[in-house]
């Protein structure tokens, strides 16, 4: 069974830095791309970030670029998006997902940027 | 950048009743490979996004047959033939034709009427 699982949400003050990380289990981690996309608190899903399967390409939505790192540590199963200089508008419920289709999705960790 | 527009935002049905989505594309959808990646995802009430279809037309293991997705070029609609609870929820499609640039629609909430 393909479980994707995030980790390393919270409340952060803006312009602080924060980690997330997303463990893959039930499939081959190391064959796929994978991506990290958010949503804001009663909106819609934003693309943010994809990662190739072997870290040779990365690619980022123009409202994280410079800010966000997507990598990943195929030895361990696990994907990452470090996030500095946090906003407010970077609130939300970030998922990592699997893949050209986004057919597996992680249930989300939330980011709370707030003074 | 490629904008797809869902309609309707919000659709009310009926269980049993047979509903349709639309999205439409601001570009073409056929890649150069002679693929068309737009994909349809349902997201239920504090729940992640699921893949209900996939290239237009292909539906995702497991998922019911009473999904369907057709549509070509920029033009493309996801249709429920016989609403059941579970299927209340917000519906999105997703395009990766014009990958590493992905797009999402802003959704389209399904609710009982």
């Known amino acids: 069974e393909v479980q994707l699982v995030e980790s390393g949400g919270g409340l952060v003050k803006p312009g602080s830095s924060l980690k997330l990380s997303c463990v893959a289990s039930?499939?081959?981690?190391?064959?796929?791309?994978m991506h990290w996309i958010r949503q804001a608190p009663k909106k819609g899903l934003e693309w943010i970030a994809l990662?190739?399967?072997?870290?040779?390409?990365?690619y980022y939505a123009d409202s994280v670029k410079g800010r966000f790192t997507i990598s990943r540590d195929n030895s361990k199963n696990t994907l990452y998006l470090e996030m500095n200089s946090l906003r407010s508008e970077d609130t939300a419920m970030y998922y990592c997902?699997?893949?050209?289709?986004?057919?597996?999705w992680g249930q989300g960790v939330m980011v709370t940027v707030s003074s | 950048d490629v904008v797809l527009t869902q309609t309707p935002p919000t659709l009310s049905a009926t269980i049993g009743q047979s509903v349709s989505i639309s999205c439409r594309s601001s570009?073409?959808?056929?890649?150069?490979?002679?693929?068309?990646?737009l994909n349809w995802l349902l997201q239920r009430p504090g729940q992640p996004p699921q893949l209900l279809i996939y290239?237009?037309?292909r539906l995702e293991s497991g998922v019911p047959n009473r999904f369907s997705g057709s549509g070509s070029g920029t033009d493309f609609t996801l249709k429920i033939s016989g609403v059941e609870a579970e299927d209340l929820g917000v519906y999105y499609c997703?395009?990766?034709?014009?990958?590493?640039?992905?797009?999402f629609g802003a959704g389209t909430k399904l609710e009982l009427k």
């Open positions: 997902a699997k893949g050209v289709n986004f057919d597996y």
């Open positions: 039930g499939f081959t981690f190391s064959s796929y791309g």
């Open positions: 990662i190739y399967y072997d870290s040779s390409n990365k």
């Open positions: 570009q073409s959808l056929l890649h150069s490979n002679g693929n068309t990646y």
């Open positions: 290239l237009v037309s």
């Open positions: 997703v395009q990766s034709t014009h990958a590493p640039m992905y797009t």
